[in-house]
């Protein structure tokens, strides 16, 4: 398998391209950043493409989209050192095949991607995002702005009982116990605009 590897870290590309090369991977290119990614992909055509998620220029992100929208059918791996839910959504919905940790040992990376190549490894799946209401959502906004139960009614023109209720609903979608872990976990997965 021919590979592209993207990484702003030459240490690590380095180290990259040397185990994978160890495993019997072909790298015929590496790039140090998003842009040089998307470039040397598309004239190259590589059988994947490892890229890392946070990178100068343009993001791995960002890279896959743009892979994807001029046609390149080969596979695309991201790798980070961030596991957030809403970073895996951005992922898969811009077309990456996989998101793994980069704390993988290199044996266990080769391995996914020959699974990956034979269509063995599961493919990436955006998670899944608690679905809020509209009114839901304005009382989150409200909330990350520190406005007490009282002043959300005031600015929604509704009463506390019911902002009280659209918060109870806001804590089971989010699995949270107060407001708090509701708003850690709503800025984890990129529900909140502020």
Same mark, same amino acid.
């Given at each position: 398998? @021919?590979? #592209?590897?993207? %990484?702003?870290?030459? #240490?690590?590309?380095?180290?990259? *391209?040397?185990?994978?090369? $160890?495993?019997?991977? /072909? ?19 590589? %059988?994947?493409?490892?890229? %890392?998620? &946070? ?5 791995? +992100?960002? =890279? ?6 001029? $046609?390149?059918?080969?596979? +695309? =791996? ?33 391995? @996914?991607?020959? *699974?990956?190549? #034979? ?6 799946? =955006?998670?899944?995002?608690? *679905?809020?209401?509209? $009114? ?7 909330? =990350? ?6 002043? +959300?009614? @005031? $600015? ?8 009280? %209720?659209? #918060?109870? *609903? ?6 949270? &116990? ?7 976990? /709503? ?6 605009? +502020?």
């Amino acid at each position: 398998m @021919r590979l #592209l590897i993207a %990484d702003d870290h030459p #240490l690590f590309r380095m180290g990259l *391209r040397a185990a994978l090369e $160890r495993e019997g991977f /072909a790298v015929v290119a590496e790039a140090g950043d998003g842009q040089e990614a998307v470039k040397l992909g598309l004239a190259l055509l590589p %059988d994947g493409v490892l890229l %890392d998620v &946070r990178m100068p220029q343009m993001d791995g +992100i960002t =890279a896959t989209r743009l892979l994807r929208e001029q $046609r390149y059918n080969g596979l +695309i =791996a991201l790798l980070t050192t961030f596991n957030e839910p809403v970073l895996v959504q951005q992922a898969a919905y811009a077309g990456a095949d996989a998101y793994w940790s980069k704390e993988l040992p290199p044996e266990a990376l080769a391995e @996914r991607l020959r *699974r990956l190549g #034979l269509g063995l490894e599961p493919r990436l799946r =955006a998670p899944e995002l608690p *679905r809020l209401t509209a $009114r839901e959502q304005e009382v989150l906004q409200w909330m =990350a702005q520190g406005l007490s139960t009282k002043e +959300i009614a @005031r $600015r929604l023109n509704i009463s506390p009982d019911t902002v009280k %209720d659209h #918060l109870a *609903r806001l804590y089971e979608k989010l699995e949270a &116990r107060n407001r708090v872990e509701a708003l850690e976990r /709503a800025r984890s997965l990129g529900l909140l605009s +502020i």
